[in-house]
């Protein structure tokens, strides 16, 4: 049974930093890419940072220089390290993969940031 379970969200102030886990089991978590989208409230769910199985990285333009996506393969687990958070970066943040031709989407982990 796949699975993807978020963790690390919180409340942060302007400026701060949280790290986001993504754990992932019931796949060959190695052999996929994983991504990032985030959802606030009203608006729609938008992609954030994705990273191939080797490694590549993209990232939407929003977060480019602030966010970082990495993998550890031996704990199957994808992070996204954010930084310089701002308010419009406030959104429930979800882990996506797409596997067997099923996209598996976690529940989601929730930043909010304010001072």
């Known amino acids: 049974q796949v699975q993807v379970v978020e963790s690390g969200g919180g409340l942060v102030q302007p400026g701060g930093s949280l790290r986001l886990s993504c754990a992932a089991s019931?796949?060959?978590?190695?052999?996929?890419?994983m991504n990032w989208y985030r959802q606030s409230p009203g608006k729609q769910r938008e992609f954030v940072a994705s990273i191939t199985r080797v490694g590549d990285t993209n990232y939407a333009d929003s977060v480019k220089g602030r966010f970082t996506i990495s993998r550890d393969n031996a704990k199957n687990t994808v992070y996204l390290q954010m930084n310089s958070l701002k308010p419009e970066d406030a959104a429930v943040y979800f882990c996506?993969?797409?596997?067997?031709?099923?996209?598996?989407w976690g529940q989601g982990t929730q930043v909010t940031v304010s001072s």
């Open positions: 996506r993969v797409l596997t067997g031709g099923y996209l598996y």
């Open positions: 019931g796949f060959g978590f190695s052999n996929y890419a």
